[in-house]
């Protein structure tokens, strides 16, 4: 089978606007894989860390990138998807703020970007795959069939985020945590490759104020439309 004729269904948006809550219902709903998108560059950005090399030379981030050997582990029925890098699961630990602002720096390098590319393709596999990231519609899967583009007001996100944390265990400020997805927002939305932006052909939903439920049955029905 082509993978052009596996569908895919694209899920971008800034940081907190329910990307990753809702692909994943949706996934499990249509019985279709899952690519967490944004988890494998803060995967790179925490073997960078880890192997302690200066996180601004491109050069070696991008030979971590093609190197560190990243692996998903669904356990299936829509729960959280553990995330090993070179066989330690590091699920939690790529999720704390420090690894977000690195995820965000590092996906910033083209090259970064393109040693990730075949690693992505590889998800589409059928029955479809529900892809979650900045730009899974723009460039990863141009071809998709459904497209959508998620946001919610800074605040909302702000405080979704922060209700997160806080079940983790995690005390943050509300408004350093805010002023934080801001900064992150505008240096993905900004940069010159892969930015943060909606496909011509996505469907744009505002997330304010709607139930994840609400959003699920909005893009189950879409898909299911055809
Ligand atoms: O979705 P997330 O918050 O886990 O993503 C972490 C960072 O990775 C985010 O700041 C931007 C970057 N990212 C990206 O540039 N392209 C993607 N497709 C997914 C994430």
């Known amino acids: 089978m082509s993978t052009v004729a596996i569908p895919v269904l694209t899920v971008d948006g800034p940081s907190g606007a329910g990307k990753g809550t809702v ?3 949706i996934a499990s709903r249509l019985g279709w894989h899952l690519l967490d998108s944004g988890a494998l560059y803060r995967a790179v950005g925490y073997a960078a860390c880890m192997s302690g090399v200066d996180m601004s030379n491109v050069e070696v981030v991008t030979r971590i990138a093609t190197m ?3 692996v ?3 356990p299936g029925a829509g729960g959280e998807i553990r995330v090993m890098v070179n066989g330690a699961d590091v699920t939690d630990e790529i999720r704390t703020e420090a690894c977000s602002a690195t995820a965000s720096a590092i996906a910033a390098m083209p090259s970064v970007r393109e040693a990730l590319l075949d690693k992505q393709h590889s998800f589409r596999s059928p029955p479809g795959l529900v892809a979650d990231g900045r730009d899974m519609g723009t460039v990863i899967f141009p071809d998709a ?6 946001t ?3 605040k909302e996100r702000g405080r979704r985020r922060y209700k997160q944390l806080k079940e983790k265990g995690v005390m943050v400020r509300l408004s350093d945590l805010t002023r934080e997805i801001e900064a992150r927002d505008a240096r993905d939305a900004s940069r010159k490759v892969a930015p943060l932006r909606p496909a011509r052909d996505a469907l744009q ?3 304010t104020g709607r139930s994840v439920e ?3 049955e909005k893009i189950v029905a879409l898909v299911c439309s055809g």
């Open 23 to 25: 692909s994943r219902l």
């Open 152 to 154: 919610a007001s800074t």
């Open 72 to 74: 998903f582990h669904d």
């Open 214 to 216: 609400n959003v699920v």
């Open 68 to 70: 560190t050997r990243i």
């Open 205 to 207: 939903i505002d997330t």
């Open 145 to 150: 069939a459904y497209k959508v583009f998620l």
